[in-house]
């Protein structure tokens, strides 16, 4: 069994939602700009493409689809039926964008036609998807109102938020997400992506980076702000049925900031009383982390000895990120990781955090 | 294009792929691509030595960047690397070898000219 938690796709055109639209907005995006509405995009374009050239097709593209990678069909074929995924938790690709832009209730509107789109033509041609949430986190209300509405639908299975953010999501501006998410048993999503574009501020205090292979490189780093901010900041106490779980970020980082974290809430504890106990007590017990990118250090046997301290067996769960270029193969994944851990990095740590079903544990 | 004892595959000029184009041919359960480079004819296997990927069958052929002793950028010699399709790693078309990490090679299969047919065999490139 196999549960991939980061399969991107997405629309071909902003205009494939304007059948899920209100009226007014249906306006905005026909009519905005030249062409209609577009979302803000990185500042960085990758020097050889996006998306696996295989998951590419120049015909598709030729009539105006947008990722075509990103196909039912190009899914099956190369990614579910291929390694036999139980359950593919679909992540959104410009959708994402809704969450960075500066008009919140405009992103409020297509988040919501965003997820009705998703369900005609995803979740209810494949018995195998499930999806993620997106919601406009920049309106928290409106966001959490989204949640709820979706949280009775099991093909629904968490909310997800973008490495981009106006702030760290840990700032109690939040808590209405925060809460619907735990009240509606939704564990939230943070992804890497669009960090440094729209309202987030750049990258790193470091400034814009200058290439792709910068931002590459560090792209994470909205993901460790808000892992550190939502630990401090006591969202585990706040909502005590909240769960986290930080997609793409990579691995190893987490654990260094871990170990950081640890050593200076000891030091530096009254100025966070919110968080009661070591960050990494709520870790274990709310928090989870994703394997892509996962590192790749010189020799592939180092890895377990260092991503070992972040528990895996309890902690981490398997995602390809398909279709994009750095997509990680179930197989090399999986073979970096002890016998005893596989089963739940492959899929059980998966099924437990999304309530997904599988086989019981011999 | 004719298969002589599943060791070797016989193409024709037709056969041939035009520069930049990679032209896939089958040796019993071998998948190799074809491509001519600045007149010769190398043949790689369809396997990404990094993760398997089929690196001919739905990669690409580019040409490189190259960075002069004195600073400035030139593009390289035109259409002798091979992009493998998923995490965009190039390797040179007529060594198999990889520009950026010595340890991966990728394997290369032996050309020879018959008369008006190229003959690609299971051999390993010379």
């Known amino acids: 069994m196999l549960i991939d938690c980061d399969v991107h796709v997405g629309y071909d055109n902003l205009l494939d939602l304007v059948p899920f639209l209100d009226g007014p907005t249906r306006e905005l995006v026909t009519h905005s700009g030249v062409n209609g509405l577009a979302m803000p995009s990185y500042p960085w374009y990758h020097p050889t493409g996006w998306i696996r050239k295989d998951a590419y097709d120049a015909g598709e593209v030729a009539v105006g689809r947008q990722i075509p990678g990103q196909g039912l069909e190009t899914v099956r074929r190369l990614l579910l039926d291929r390694y036999d995924v139980t359950y593919g938790i679909l992540t959104p690709d410009e959708a994402a964008a809704f969450s960075i832009i500066p008009n919140a209730n405009l992103g409020a509107r297509l988040a919501t036609a965003y997820n009705d789109w998703l369900v005609e033509h995803w979740l209810s041609e494949d018995a195998r998807l499930r999806a993620l949430i997106v919601v406009a986190a920049q309106h928290p209300a409106v966001a959490a109102a989204e949640i709820r509405r979706r949280a009775d639908d099991d093909r629904f299975v968490g909310v997800f938020l973008p490495g981009g953010s106006r702030v760290p999501y840990g700032n109690p501006i939040y808590d209405p997400i925060w809460r619907a998410a735990a009240e509606s048993e939704l564990p939230v999503a943070v992804h890497t992506h669009f960090d440094g574009v729209g309202i987030s501020p750049p990258l790193t205090s470091a400034g814009h980076p200058d290439t792709y292979t910068e931002y590459h490189v560090l792209c994470g780093s909205g993901m460790y702000g808000h892992f550190t901010s939502a630990l401090l900041s006591g969202v585990f106490e706040r909502f005590p049925g909240a769960k986290m779980v930080m997609v793409e970020g990579g691995v190893v980082p987490f654990l260094g900031y871990l170990w950081r974290l640890d050593a200076d809430w000891k030091a530096c504890r009254s100025e966070v009383p919110h968080c009661r106990r070591l960050p990494s007590e709520y870790v274990w017990e709310h928090v989870r982390f994703t394997t892509q990118p996962i590192e790749t250090p010189p020799e592939g046997e180092d890895l377990w000895p260092v991503i070992r301290h972040l528990r895996p067996e309890r902690t981490l769960l398997f995602a390809s990120d398909y279709p994009h270029w750095d997509f990680d193969e179930p197989t090399h994944v999986l073979g970096l990781l002890p016998e005893e851990a596989r089963e739940a990095v492959a899929f059980r740590n998966a099924a437990e955090l999304f309530r997904l079903s599988v086989p019981v544990a011999a | ?126």
């Open chain 2, 1 to 126: 294009m004719s298969v002589d004892r599943v060791r070797e595959v016989r193409l024709t000029a037709a056969d041939l792929p035009s520069p930049g184009r990679i032209a896939m041919v089958e040796i019993g359960h071998h998948r190799i691509g074809v491509v001519q480079v600045g007149g010769e004819i190398h043949a790689l296997a369809d396997r990404c030595p990094h993760r398997g990927a089929p690196l001919c069958s739905a990669g690409q052929v580019v040409t490189g960047i190259e960075r002069r002793p004195d600073g400035a950028l030139e593009l390289g010699r035109e259409g002798t690397l091979i992009r493998c399709p998923w995490h965009k790693w190039d390797f040179d078309i007529a060594s198999g070898t990889c520009p950026v990490d010595a340890q991966m090679r990728v394997r290369t299969y032996s050309v020879r000219r018959d008369g008006d047919e190229v003959v690609v065999s299971l051999d390993r490139a010379g």
